[in-house]
């Protein structure tokens, strides 16, 4: 029986014995895992990376208990986690921490754009020299205005401290021979999906609502994401974070450059299909980035039948989108990844200001919905992809389906590895 099924029998059949000390009945005598995740809630991708990584823990170690380490919850994420799983203890605090320190087994750093948390997995084996994982993040050179010499030193210890590591895995081929060109010593490495590819959120009751009032019909429109070279987290009021000249001049010189093959690819879609085109975002700042370069430069024949999404969303009420879409296109990596970890074809255009990252579409079978923004021979291709996706439909599913397929190979293999690290 399954944790969930047996908590809700338990519970429904006993009117003395309260859910905490049914809870440490059951987990009396199990492993405990502590996930090192939640980096940021003003992204439905970086919000994604938990509930995936859970996910993947209920469904292949449904005997392990999981403890969450967050850095961030709000925006109603921690309310979400909550509902969708009822059976992990969310950290607290200092003293929860602490608790964990010693009664946990394994920490699991969780996946993300870096080492995120590499401080605390640091605290975390020095303090306790107990085994710790990495799941699923990207490595590489770190951009700095520090000299070359502190770059190369922060990354020399980064190195020293994965290859302590029970295992890690790299949620893209690049940053997996970048760990080993560094000397990573690690006895278990290679390719692991971004864990927001089990990320199973929903929150249909508002993706209805919002469908039905865009007049957007299931399987009849297509997703498309925009993205500035930097995310301006100077413009999200609860980040607080220092205007940066630098970034936001590189935004403007490749705004067009970047979007203009979106734009265009709304518009043939319009022109030669019957579907229709949803803008939506990703992070709190490309409502409006769609706005500004894509839906206000369409004609308004065109705009007829494009949806321009005004407001940010979770992660359940995009996803519950997403699936009813037809697809999705843009210049952003987890709306694809959560697309093709449920089967709806997803095209990436990505640039270097996005780290390796985007090359994990190669690494899963996805090579020709991968277009780099900062090659001139690619960029003429992304139309008459986005074109053929819409056109169609089976053939782009059949992709997806088989995307997905190698992602669940791997995470099946990857979780089997976490397992035997806990034994």
């Known amino acids: ?50 509930p995936g990584v859970l996910r993947l823990l209920e469904k292949h170690l449904p005997n392990v208990e999981v403890w969450l380490w967050a850095s961030k919850l709000d925006n109603g994420v921690d309310r979400v986690l909550a509902e969708n799983f009822p059976h992990v203890r969310i950290l607290n605090g200092e003293s929860d921490i602490q608790q964990a320190f010693r009664q946990c087994d394994f920490l699991l750093h969780g996946s993300g754009a870096s080492f995120v948390a590499e401080r605390d997995v640091r605290r975390w084996h020095e303090a306790t020299g107990k085994p710790f994982g990495v799941y699923g993040i990207t490595l590489g050179q770190r951009s700095s205005s520090a000299t070359q010499n502190a770059s190369d030193d922060s990354m020399s210890r980064t190195i020293g401290l994965l290859s302590q590591a029970a295992f890690v895995f790299f949620r893209d081929s690049v940053s997996l021979a970048y760990a080993k060109g560094k000397g990573c010593s690690c006895p278990k490495m290679q390719f692991g999906p971004d864990g927001a590819f089990a990320a199973d959120l929903r929150d249909a009751q508002a993706a209805a609502k919002f469908l039905e009032q865009n007049k957007l019909e299931a399987g ?15 413009t999200i009021p609860s980040k607080q974070a220092a205007f940066d000249e630098i970034k936001h001049l590189r935004n ?9 093959q979106l734009r265009e690819a709304v518009v043939r879609v319009i022109e030669e299909t019957d579907l229709k085109v949803l803008v939506c975002p990703e992070d709190q700042t490309q409502m409006q980035v769609g706005y500004d370069l894509i839906y206000s430069q369409l004609n308004s024949s065109i705009r007829e039948r494009v949806v321009w999404r005004p407001n940010y969303w979770l992660t359940g009420e995009a996803i519950s989108t997403y699936i009813c879409s037809a697809g999705l296109f843009g210049n952003e990596m987890h709306s694809p990844i959560m697309c093709i970890g449920h089967g709806i074809p997803a095209i990436v255009c990505r640039f270097a200001e996005q780290t390796s ?14 277009f780099d923004l900062d090659d001139p021979t690619q960029v003429d291709r992304i139309v008459p992809a986005v074109l053929e996706m819409a056109k169609q439909p089976e053939k782009a599913k059949d992709k997806a389906f088989a995307a997905r397929g190698r992602v ?3 995470q099946s293999e990857t979780m089997s590895i976490l397992n035997s690290s806990l034994s």
């Open 408 to 410: 669940e190979e791997l």
């Open 357 to 370: 990252k985007g090359t994990m579409w190669r690494d899963i079978g996805l090579s020709d919905w991968l």
């Open 1 to 50: 029986m399954r944790r969930r099924q047996f908590l809700e029998h338990v519970v429904s059949a006993s009117s003395c014995c309260g859910l905490a000390g049914i809870l440490k009945a059951q987990a009396a005598g199990a492993k405990k895992v502590v996930l090192r995740s939640s980096w940021q809630t003003v992204n439905i991708g970086d919000i994604a990376h938990t």
């Open 220 to 234: 009849k429109f297509l997703c498309c994401i925009p993205r500035l070279r930097y995310t301006p987290y100077w």
């Open 252 to 260: 403007e010189e490749m705004k067009e450059h970047d979007h203009a």
